[in-house]
C-alpha cells in the first residue's frame, strides 16, 4: 500500500505564491510519475503538472510559465511551487503517483489540499 500526503495548500492574494508538497511512503517498489491534479467546484479534475522518473516534465497550457514542479527521490517527494496565481487557480490540488513492481503500475492520488487564491 502507498501513501501519499499533501501539505503546502492555503489562501493566498492574486499574484501570491505557494509551494505543495507530496511525500509519498508505504510499498513502493517503483514510481514511473509523479504530480499534480487539480478539481474546482462544478469541474472536472485536470492535469496540472507532471514529472518522470527521468526528469521529463509536463504542464498544463494555464499554468506553464508560471507552475514549476520538481522531485526529490531519495525523499520519494514532489513539488509544485506555484508563482503569479489567479483566482482561477482556485481548486482542490490531488497528489498523484504511478508505479509498481516490475511489470505493473498502479495509480495512487492524494487525500486533495485546498488551494485559495482570492482578495
Known amino acids: 500500500q502507498v501513501q501519499l500526503v499533501e501539505s503546502g495548500g492555503g489562501l493566498v492574494q492574486p499574484g501570491g505564491s505557494l509551494r505543495l508538497s507530496c511525500a509519498a511512503s508505504?510499498?513502493?517498489?517503483?514510481?514511473?510519475?509523479m504530480g499534480w491534479y487539480r478539481q474546482a467546484p462544478g469541474k472536472q479534475r485536470e492535469l496540472v503538472a507532471i514529472i518522470t522518473s527521468d526528469g521529463s516534465t509536463n504542464y498544463a497550457d494555464s499554468v506553464k510559465g508560471r507552475f514549476t514542479i520538481s522531485r526529490d527521490n531519495a525523499k520519494n517527494t514532489v513539488y509544485l511551487q506555484m508563482n503569479t496565481l489567479k483566482p482561477e487557480d482556485t481548486a482542490v490540488y490531488y497528489c498523484?503517483?504511478?508505479?509498481?513492481?516490475?511489470?505493473?503500475?498502479?495509480?495512487?492520488w492524494g487525500q486533495g489540499t485546498q488551494v485559495t487564491v482570492s482578495s
Open positions: 508505504g510499498s513502493i517498489f517503483s514510481i514511473n510519475r
Open positions: 498523484y503517483l504511478l508505479g509498481g513492481p516490475p511489470g505493473v503500475l498502479f495509480r495512487y
